[in-house]
């Protein structure tokens, strides 16, 4: 299902698998592959292939026609990542719209780099649990529970986990770009 969505919008795009190839940097047979459902490719390669087709990496998750309006606690999308230590959990189903919410988990000592998005973005965290550090362009921020912090999302650079508890935080992301 993922493999039918990525060529759908390849071919919206009038792309050829070699250009998604070489804006990828991922091999027209293994994207191929993934096109056809033969084999999944990893988050990694899910989101270089978002970027390159200029959508949100949930765009090619979500198997609703219909989003719903109420997401219940335990029907959230959860994305993992190779870090198995961090997990994103979609908070809105409907990402045709101007915002988007997610709970990033990430056990404590653990850090994430982060890549560029299609997109600009302007994004919010706010620390529900645990305790955060972030690398926002050159500048490190230290927050608690209850500590927010607004930043454009191509100036996030890493985030970490500090302290004994693992870390929950709300991030609110605008226009939907993960």
Known sequence: MIGQKIKERRLELKMNLRDLGEQTGLSASFLSQVENDLTEPSIS?????????????????DGREHPERVV???ARKKL????????????TD????QMAGFLIRLKSGESQHTQQLF?????MMYVLE???E??????RYFLAPGDSIYYEGSQL?????LGEKDLLALCMITPPAL
């Open 45 to 61: 390669s899910l989101q270089k292939i978002a970027a390159s087709l200029k959508v949100p990496m949930f765009t090619f998750l």
């Open 72 to 74: 219940r606690h335990d």
């Open 80 to 91: 993992s990542f190779p870090n198995p230590h961090l997990q994103y959990e979609l908070l």
């Open 94 to 97: 409907d990402l045709s719209r």
């Open 119 to 123: 997109k600009a973005t302007e994004e």
């Open 130 to 132: 645990g305790e955060l």
């Open 134 to 139: 972030l690398q926002v362009g050159e500048n």
């Open 157 to 161: 650079v890493k985030f970490s986990a």
